[in-house]
């Protein structure tokens, strides 16, 4: 169920933050009652489930964020009806991206600021050397960074983990002189991406959790 006094406080909260609703919790009534309230950017994290989605609501004009882990061989079928890819990670992906994609996509460089071994994304020492090869592709619109912090109550552990995505936003300005977005926030933790200026929040569970 759409936890709607969540959504109205979270929406209160957010300064210039676009809220991306990750839907892979749910199912379709959720995805409804998210339409009725006006919230058209969704995020699902694994193909499949974001096929069986994508289908379901086609006729809304949802904007698309594949959030997860994609991998090679399911770029073919998913990668046409995406919006935003928050989870470049390699180049291999970047090959099959260019590929099978029709026109470029918004995509964000996965960015792995926990340094766990567990998660996903790119050393962070890598991030520029990447940016400046990827840029050249065609179908490749390189619009921002993306991250998750580890799963902690420390806040400052977490504020440092989203630095690292500011720093490199603010070293590729120096070099490109371009502003990419920041993709950082999740239930636990987005107050602090609101505070450190993120430009998308990823949020699932807290969008539909009862009350408490
Ligand atoms: C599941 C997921 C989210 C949302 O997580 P919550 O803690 O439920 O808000 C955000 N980003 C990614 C990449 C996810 O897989």
Redesign the pocket.
């Known amino acids: 169920m759409l936890n709607v006094s969540n959504l109205n406080r979270i929406k209160t909260q957010m300064k210039d933050q676009t809220l991306i609703a990750?839907t892979?919790y749910v199912g379709d009534q959720e995805v409804k009652d998210l339409i009725n309230e006006g919230i058209l950017d969704l995020g699902e994290?694994r193909a499949d489930v974001f096929l069986e989605k994508y289908l379901r609501f086609k006729d809304v004009s949802i904007r698309w964020h594949f959030?997860?882990h994609l991998q090679s061989n399911k770029v073919k079928k998913v990668i046409n009806l995406i919006d935003y890819l928050h989870s470049l990670d390699r180049m291999s992906l970047v090959d099959a991206i260019e590929k099978y994609r029709n026109e470029p996509l918004k995509c964000l460089i996965e960015v792995n600021i926990s340094q766990e071994s567990s998660k996903h994304g790119m050393n962070p020492e890598n991030v520029i050397e990447f940016y400046q090869k990827v840029k050249k592709y065609d179908k490749i619109n390189v619009i921002g960074l993306m991250g998750?912090a580890s799963d902690t109550e420390d806040r400052n552990q977490i504020r440092q983990q989203f630095e690292i995505l500011c720093k490199l936003r603010d070293q590729i300005r120096e070099i490109d002189d371009i502003d990419l977005k920041l993709s950082m926030g999740?239930?636990?933790d987005y107050l602090i991406a609101i505070e450190m200026n993120a430009t998308y929040l990823?949020?699932?569970?807290?969008l539909f959790k009862e009350d408490n």
């Open positions: 990750v892979k994290n959030i997860g998750m999740m239930s636990n990823r949020l699932g569970s807290i």
